[in-house]
């Protein structure tokens, strides 16, 4: 099934090799969503199918699970077509005795040999490198993003572990020869490629600006409009905690002792002027005793002890907002942002949540029109008036 939807969007739909029509004002919902704390990205679709088509007259074989979604917003041989090609895991048909029923799937991207089988082997060479062949060659995706920080050679063992389980455990834990940490990993598609993206956080943060956004329902030529936003501001959320930083302690295999260290918060890279954290919050904080004990692959547990910690305080705030259908911005991209009605005044900064977020999730949602709804992160905020709160030590800036 093709269709292509003149509007503001162009759609190009296929489900198996059927040629089925649509009628695309039957869409109750249409929702692909790309989170960076996903694997792959997923799909929902619910149809009111009056005529019966999907309820009654497809198949449920297998050749019914492929679903194949194009979609651009300017026209059909526009640069900034994307692409995806997922596999329907849940279908539910439903038709009551009239003429009106629904057909709701649920899918997710299709990569090869990511959630099956399970496998035992060990790799020696460089994370990178393993990282890279994993991808291309066992997971047959199209392209990488891996932090050029793990070049060091590690032993990686894939304990009758699928390759999502082994992702999962080593992103946790890898430490890169710059200090990299808390690695995110995740595939993403831009531009019809299904990227794998293994990179650390602070890398992520230090990436040049991909899109620039006014809250204004009119945008300009080089700023894109956002309609509505909701701000969630997690404040004290590390604080009765003590989050100056963490303190973390693990058993010594070599020497035999139990040792303590911690981690400072001024070792993290910050995209707001201020963390969210008041400054007169403890220094301490309660211990992180769960990361194992010395090996040969993690001597310290830096790595682990930054991605859990750091994980923390990039979620300090978090801002949904609602923009144009954008069919090429990903998980992980930065983005600025500007307050329209902040511009009357001398200082852009006077409005605490303009400035540098990262992309967290992305929700293209396809109907009679289509939009992008945006779930955007960082660690605090950006204000030129007096505050209690603690000031970064090393920061983006403009």
């Known amino acids: 099934m093709t269709t292509e939807v003149l509007g503001n969007y162009f759609l190009k739909l296929k489900f198996g090799e059927d040629d089925i ?21 997923a799909v929902r679709i619910n149809l009111k199918d009056t005529r019966g088509v999907f309820t009654h007259l497809v198949p449920g074989d297998h050749g019914m699970t492929n679903l194949s979604v194009q979609l651009s917003r300017s026209s059909i041989d526009a640069s900034d077509w994307n692409a995806f090609d997922f596999e329907v895991y849940r279908k539910k048909p439903e038709s009551v005795f009239s003429s009106v029923g629904d057909y709701d799937i649920i899918g997710l991207l299709q990569v090869k040999n990511m959630f099956t089988p399970d496998q035992r082997r060990a790799f020696t060479d460089k994370v990178i490198d393993t990282l890279e062949s994993l991808a291309l060659n066992d997971m047959d995706l199209d392209k990488v993003e891996i932090s050029p920080g793990l070049s060091q050679v590690k032993q990686l063992i894939q304990a009758n572990w699928s390759n999502a389980e082994f992702l999962n455990f080593y992103k946790k834990r890898l430490l890169g020869k710059n200090g990299e940490a808390a690695f995110q990993c995740f595939v993403k598609c831009v531009g019809g490629d299904a990227i794998l993206v ?16 006014i809250v204004n329902p009119i945008g ?3 700023l ?10 997690n404040y004290k959320l590390l604080g009765m905690f003590g989050s100056k930083e963490q303190n973390y302690g693990y058993f010594d295999w070599d020497s035999g002792a139990w040792v303590t260290a911690s981690e400072p918060i001024d070792a993290f890279y910050s995209l707001s002027e201020f963390f969210n954290v008041d400054s007169g919050d403890p220094e301490g904080s309660k211990g992180f005793h769960s990361v194992g004990r010395s090996n040969d692959f993690d001597g310290e547990f830096v790595g682990k002890v930054r991605s859990s910690y750091w994980g923390r305080l990039n979620g300090l705030v978090k801002m949904w907002v609602l923009t144009l259908g954008l069919t090429n911005i990903a998980p992980g991209d930065m983005i600025d942002i500007v307050f329209g009605a902040a511009t009357q005044f001398s200082d852009l900064f006077s409005y605490q949540y303009a400035g540098f977020w990262m992309v967290e999730r992305v929700v293209h949602m396809v109907g009679k029109t289509f939009k992008t709804r945006l779930l955007l992160t960082r660690n605090g905020l950006d204000t030129d008036k007096e505050t209690s709160l603690l000031k970064a030590v090393i920061r983006k800036r403009r």
Do not use: A, H, W
């Open 220 to 222: 300009s030529e080089d």
């Open 21 to 41: 029509p649509l009628d695309t004002s039957s869409i109750q919902e249409f929702t692909i969503v790309q989170d960076i704390m996903k694997l792959v990205p």
């Open 198 to 213: 293994f990179r650390g956080l602070d890398e992520m943060y230090k990436q040049q600006v991909k899109f620039r956004f």
């Open 224 to 233: 894109i409009p956002i309609f509505s936003y909701e701000i969630f501001d």
